[in-house]
């Protein structure tokens, strides 16, 4: 099976399934040196697991990661990179298969279900298999490592929310807050007027047996200006498909997007200046951070729009494995809403992207005395 590999100098690998023994990844690539906070990766973790709240998924799983590869303890005592790819697992404890027999012959609506027997010529019914976004905790672990590599290195910072779900959206332009603002509701909206009307919304329709969509901001902070790839890397391009990879998602904005379709050039354009430090920079950030496919120094601003659910408690018709024509109804436990869950998979993968790219700058220039 191709595509399990994503990055090129700061590479993840994962593997499992939704209802096997585990999952897991490698991660390497990072560099030898860095102090590894298990603890800030276990938050991440217990931001994405399941049943953390009435909002997600009944399913109960601990997602305690295990570092198998990578690391020592220095003399505090402390975690520290080796240099060699960092391995870890994570144990399923909470799978229920035979919630999903239903499923042998049949496709569900908008799944992976028909795909993957159309590609592979099987599938695994259970939980989705592989297609289950059970796999995205093991982008967390990679994300987690890789914050704490771009905060050690240049003091990135990545802050993602809950902007919109499905008509209910936050009155002002993307910004960046503090995780402390953003978890102080279940539904991860920096608002708490916003996120009231959002919580109430979701369970509205999670009592009708349906689903929700929305939209994720995301701001990466401290990014300095040079990192990207010209042409076929460009950072916007890699951002756009790591992001695109997690499951639901349908589409991504960069700075001002599809909005700014509707501009002259003389209203898009981001005039520089300079600070009183010198610094160059923009008096506005239409461009989202990038500008030819590499970053400028300003705030790096991202949307992600997620489709509903797809495992709706509602009748729909489908076909069977002999095509025949028939009806369903979702079985099994799944989010009303994935958005509050997903705010730290989006974190990871910006933070996978940008690693690799820090490293990738690292390679490009050379910095001499001469």
């Not at 239903?102 to 795909?115: C, E, F, G, M």
């Not at 929700?212 to 401290?222: E, S």
């Not at 601003?301 to 997620?306: N, S």
């Amino acid at each position: 099976m191709a595509g399990n590999t994503f990055g090129k100098l700061l590479q993840i690998t994962t593997f499992g399934e939704s209802h096997g023994a585990s999952i897991g990844g490698i991660l390497d690539g990072v560099p030898s040196g860095l102090i590894i906070d298990i603890e800030s990766i276990q938050d991440d973790l217990d931001r994405r697991k399941p049943g953390t709240s009435h909002l997600t998924t009944a399913r109960k799983e601990h997602d305690i990661v295990d570092i198998l590869s990578g690391v020592i303890k220095n003399e505090h005592d402390s975690l520290i990179s080796t240099g060699t790819p960092i391995g870890f697992g994570i144990k399923n404890k909470d799978a229920k298969s035979k919630d999903y027999a239903y499923l042998k012959n049949a496709y569900r609506p908008s799944h992976a279900d028909y795909t993957y027997e159309a590609k592979y010529g099987l599938r695994d019914i259970r939980g989705g298999g592989r297609s289950s976004a059970r796999e995205t905790a093991c982008r967390v672990v990679g994300g987690a490592i890789a914050k704490q590599l771009l905060f050690a290195a240049s003091k990135v910072e990545i802050s993602a929310y809950v902007e919109r779900v499905h008509n209910i959206s936050v009155p002002f332009p993307p910004a960046f807050f503090e995780r402390s603002v953003i978890d102080e509701n279940i539904v991860r909206c920096p608002s708490k007027e916003v996120a009231d009307r959002m919580i109430q919304k979701i369970e509205d329709v999670k009592k009708t047996g349906d689903t929700l969509g929305g939209a994720i901001v995301v701001v990466a902070k401290n990014v300095p200006s040079g990192w990207g790839e010209p042409v076929f890397d460009k950072l916007e391009a890699d951002l756009a498909k790591a992001l695109m990879s997690i499951p639901a998602v349908k589409g991504i904005e960069v700075g001002s997007g599809f909005s700014g379709t509707l501009m002259k050039g003389s209203e898009h354009n981001d005039a520089f200046r300079t600070d009183t430090n010198g610094r160059v920079n923009t008096e506005t950030n239409r461009s989202g951070g990038i500008q030819g496919g590499i970053s400028n120094g300003e705030e790096i601003v991202l949307r992600i729009g997620f489709k509903p659910v797809s495992t709706i408690i509602k009748e729909q018709n489908t076909v069977n494995r002999d095509s025949e024509e028939i009806t369903i109804s979702g079985k099994g436990r799944h989010d009303p809403c994935v958005l509050p869950r997903a705010v730290p998979i989006v974190e990871a993968m910006v933070a996978l992207v940008l690693g690799d790219h820090l490293l990738r700058q690292r390679s490009a220039r050379l910095e001499t005395n001469v």
